[in-house]
Each structure stands twice: as C-alpha cells, then as structure tokens.
C-alpha cells in the first residue's frame, strides 16, 4: 500500500483529526462502540457513521460517510470485511485515509485496497496507537 503509515499515525497524534468510525454502535461489547467512546474519551473529534442508528452514544450518527458535513480526515472501519470492501470502492480517491481494524478486512479488502492505491492502514489497533489527549 505504499504510503507513510507514520506520518498517520503522527497525524492522529499531534493533528486535530476528524475520525469517522464506520459501525459505531450504543451495543454493549461491540468493538465500534468501545472504540467510538474510548476515541471521544481520548479527546478526538470523532463522528459516528451507522446507517441503522440516529444516534452512537448521545452523538448524531450519520448514514454514510457522504453524509457527514465535513469530510473526515481517517476512515475507521469496525465492520465485516464485506462492508469495508463496498465502503472502499466508494471512499477511494478521496483525501480521507482509510484505517481498517483487526477483524473488518480481510484478503480481498488488503488486494483491493492495494489496486486502488489508497492511503490505507490495516491491522493496527487505532485504540493502541492513539494517544491521550491534552484538553483546555
């Protein structure tokens, strides 16, 4: 995939990112949830994308990453790989790096994340690499 995997993650670090995770959920146990809440926790600035639910966690949860008033800076995908394979297919050749979970890719999603030449970073846990937040 041959782009600065580093440089994201400095981005994510010491930038103000907008983060869409895709599969926020109020569901107890679900990674989309825990890693919605544990981002907002950290303080990020973070937007739920759920075409099943209004709302994640008191916050407006938009239907798709189009939907959004602003464009996201990283795409998290918490969902089936066959969810983030359609979602690529639409996101790619836009400005939003698309991060994908343990767990929502497989194979298919690294091939055609590969052909697409997508800024894209898979199997890194973005609740291990992202850091506290200094807060005002």
């Avoid at 103000?16 to 907002?40: N, Q």
Wanted: negative net charge; proline residues 8%.
């Amino acid at each position: 995939m041959g782009f600065d995997t580093d440089a994201v993650i400095r981005r994510l670090n010491d930038g103000d990112p907008l983060i869409a995770v895709v599969g926020a959920t109020d569901a107890p146990g679900k990674y989309g949830g825990v890693i919605y809440r544990h981002l907002k926790e950290k303080g990020y600035r973070v937007a739920a994308v759920n075409p099943g639910r209004s709302t994640v966690d008191g916050d407006i949860a938009y239907p798709s990453v189009a939907s959004m008033p602003e464009p996201p800076d990283i795409v998290n995908f918490v969902v089936p790989p066959a969810v983030t394979l359609a979602m690529v297919e639409e996101l790619s050749g836009g400005d939003s790096v698309l991060w994908v979970q343990p767990g929502a890719g497989d194979e298919a999603v690294r091939r055609r994340l590969s052909v697409l030449a997508a800024p894209a970073i898979m199997d890194a846990c973005i609740m291990v690499v992202s850091k506290r937040r200094v807060t005002a």
